[in-house]
């Protein structure tokens, strides 16, 4: 019988969790970064699971958005920045979802607005990996999923319109059950962004960040993750 997305998306964070520590990646005494979403957190929740079962001790978690800082301080994972003494500006690991996957393992991630931090946690970890359910897996990026474009929202005109120079349409991303912009956790906008056909992701992510009044897109290419991925039949890929 095939399994529900939010099945999927339990058994990747579960089944990366057991792997990594398996593999060593994920050992007691660690530095590691928590990434936001729907995947991400049973990945929260499996790593407190096993600090509880006495698998890990000394854990120390740099969260990437209010949502994991919750989330952690609920489990009672000790929960650090990447400023504190006891971190250093570096972590061991990273595990957070995505919104797409390519072949290559370049993702677009921000879906939850939280690509800013989650962005400098990642680009500050020894190693990465991405936990995700099936629907994530796609040949091409920048046509299907809009890209997040984290932007200061005094300068909204000006940097829409260099992003329509790149080929882009953008959409102010608005608020649900509150009206005018989402606000993200660091108090700028969202612009997302679509193209009528594939972008090259890594040159993308260089040029939108030179524009004046960007503050971080949603491209990931700068990194080679370990990607999790399960499916409906119940099976697992990594890659
Ligand atoms: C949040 C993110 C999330 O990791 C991404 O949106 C995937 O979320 P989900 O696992 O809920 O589908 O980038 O900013």
Redesign the pocket.
């Known amino acids: 019988m095939a399994i529900s997305k939010d099945e999927q998306?339990i058994l990747a964070a579960r089944s990366a969790i057991d792997a990594l520590i398996c593999d060593g990646k994920i050992f007691s005494g660690m530095k590691i970064g928590l990434?936001?979403?729907?995947?991400?957190l049973p990945a929260v929740k499996r790593l407190a699971e096993r600090i509880a079962d006495g698998t890990l001790s000394d854990i120390k978690a740099v969260v990437t958005?209010f949502q994991t800082d919750n989330c952690c301080r609920e489990l009672g994972i000790p929960v650090f920045t990447l400023n504190d003494s006891a971190i250093g500006g570096s972590l061991d690991l990273s595990i957070?979802?995505?919104?797409e996957i390519d072949g290559e393992n370049n993702l677009i991630?921000?879906?939850?607005?939280?690509?800013l931090l989650?962005k400098i946690v990642a680009y500050n970890s020894a190693s990465y990996a991405i936990v995700?359910d099936e629907s994530?897996s796609v040949a091409t990026l920048g046509t299907k999923f809009p890209l997040p474009v984290e932007i200061i929202g005094a300068a909204r005109v000006p940097v829409e319109k260099a992003l329509v120079r790149l080929g882009a349409r953008c959409v102010l991303r608005e608020g649900v059950r509150k009206c005018g912009p989402v606000i993200t956790d660091n108090g700028n906008w969202i612009l997302d962004c679509l193209w009528d056909s594939p972008v090259d992701p890594r040159k993308m992510e260089e040029e939108i960040c030179r524009i004046a009044g960007v503050v971080e897109n949603?491209f990931f290419t700068k990194l080679r993750p370990t990607v999790f991925i399960a499916h409906s039949d119940g099976s697992v890929e990594r890659r």
Not at 35 to 40: E, K, L, R, V
Not at 96 to 99: I, Q
């Open positions: 998306k990434g936001t979403g729907s995947t991400a958005s957070d979802g995505a919104d991630k921000g879906g939850g607005a939280a690509l989650e995700a994530k949603g």
